[in-house]
């Protein structure tokens, strides 16, 4: 039976005891791909206001904050996800200063502050939980997210899907800038592929 990752309940329960985990792939090799296109951000003359979607359990905040990027908005829609989010920076770094904020990433014009603005957005296979809920609530994600990107923002989202956008009236132009081999359980199994997408707002 599939998991119910578009449901708030299955994040409730799997977050009362899970602590750390990675989706896809390490935050470490997601930042790889996202780096290059923060240092250009970075060359605009600011350090980029960055937002995670769906945060969970992962460490990526970790990395953002070790490589000195420190506007970085964390959000989850469930509140034990933020609680583990500031666990581990804490852990890490012995306090807390990336921001942790619980969220909607379909709804966030009405969860964040309206005039808040992100030169970055990012996500490590949210936009493929919140795809469970079908096409319609990835529109959802992609508007919300359009909105809270500043004219010349970009989002990078990682996904296990080859067409993960591929949806009418998608708010932004798209572009596959990774694909991640996935570990072979036999060498004759076959070639399977993340993505990473970089999406930028038409």
């Not at 603005?117 to 490590?124: E, I, L, P, W």
């Not at 004219?151 to 591929?166: P, V």
């Amino acid at each position: 039976m599939a998991a119910d990752f578009e449901k708030r309940s299955y994040w409730h329960d799997r977050f009362t005891s899970e602590v750390s985990f990675e989706w896809l792939v390490s935050s470490q090799s997601f930042v790889s791909f996202i780096e290059p296109h923060l240092q250009a951000l970075s060359r605009c003359g600011h350090s980029p206001r960055i937002l995670q979607l769906g945060s969970g359990t992962s460490d990526l905040q970790n990395c953002f904050r070790a490589r000195g990027y420190l506007d970085v908005t964390n959000v989850d829609y469930e509140p034990l996800a933020i609680e583990r989010g500031r666990q581990l920076e804490h852990a890490t770094f012995g306090d807390v200063r990336t921001k942790y904020v619980v969220a909607d990433a379909t709804q966030l014009d009405r969860d964040l502050a309206q005039d808040l603005k992100f030169d970055m957005v990012v996500d490590k296979s949210t936009a493929d939980a919140v795809s469970c809920g079908g096409e319609a609530a990835i529109s959802r994600i992609a508007f919300s997210v359009r909105n809270c990107l500043t004219d010349k923002g970009i989002w990078i989202s990682l996904s296990y899907s080859s067409d993960r956008f591929n949806i009418e009236h998608l708010p932004f132009d798209v572009e596959i800038i990774a694909r991640i081999l996935t570990q072979k359980a036999k060498p004759s199994d076959p070639d399977v592929y993340h993505h990473c997408y970089l999406l930028r707002p038409k």
